[in-house]
């Protein structure tokens, strides 16, 4: 018997999509910026921007007169996190059982995040659903393969996971995230996009882009994904 989302793959950013890591992340942040001397972030100024990589956000939050520090900085909070911090992540209610959903009607699941790949596994393995994803790539993921590069940006670690999916209709592979990197990325790479509105970014200027499919709730994914499938987007 052939599932209804056998040939679909749908592919995942981690943090304001799957789970609530902001805690962790303003933890770690705080921590290293402690270190470093420097004016620690209110929290309403770093969550707004959470999404990119955490050198990206050092520098939207101190700018580029402390360009010397961004390295150490960068460092630090990778050790405060990646030991601890993460630890301080809160899954979304109904994740679990949307993933599960989309499993068991035949999709191949995916994670692409700007996080580390080991913290975000950890994070998956923990709850119990490293069986239902097929790759978990994260920014440093060549690296962890062995490889001196890493990505420069999440559309590199979409285009990676594009090889993998050569026989998989573009119509057909969705990327769920909820910032505008993540819809940029996604549309570079050639993913229907869908947006989590109820992640860091504020949707409601973007609601009318016609790219892109709104969600407002976790538990309202399989419907979603079943109902763009159904249709010409």
Not at 71 to 97: A, C, I, L, P, V
């Amino acid at each position: 018997m052939i599932k209804p989302m056998e040939a679909v793959h749908i592919c995942f950013d981690f943090d304001g999509t799957l789970a609530d890591s902001f805690e962790g992340i303003y933890w770690a942040f705080c921590k290293s910026a402690h270190q470093h001397k420097l004016d620690l972030p209110q929290k309403t100024d770093l969550r707004r921007i959470i999404g990119p990589p955490v050198e990206k956000l050092f520098d939207q939050i101190y700018g580029a007169n402390k360009e010397y520090l961004r390295e150490s900085f960068r460092m630090n909070f990778r050790k405060h996190y990646d030991r601890e911090g993460y630890r301080q992540t809160s899954w979304y209610d109904g994740t679990e059982e949307q993933i599960i959903k989309l499993r068991d009607a035949g999709a191949t699941l995916s994670i692409v995040t700007n996080k580390p790949t080991s913290p975000t596994t950890k994070l998956v393995k923990d709850k119990n659903l490293s069986k239902e994803f097929k790759l978990i790539i994260g920014i440093d993921y060549l690296t962890q393969n062995k490889s001196e590069q890493k990505f420069s940006s999440k559309k590199e670690a979409l285009d990676l996971l594009n090889i993998s999916m050569s026989d998989v209709d573009i119509r057909k592979r969705i990327y769920v995230g909820d910032t505008l990197g993540d819809l940029q990325a996604a549309h570079a790479s050639q993913f229907v996009f869908v947006a989590c509105t109820y992640g860091y970014h504020d949707w409601r200027q973007e609601a009318k882009h016609a790219r892109i499919h709104l969600l407002d709730n976790i538990n309202n994914l399989f419907g979603l994904c079943s109902s763009l499938l159904e249709s010409d987007y």
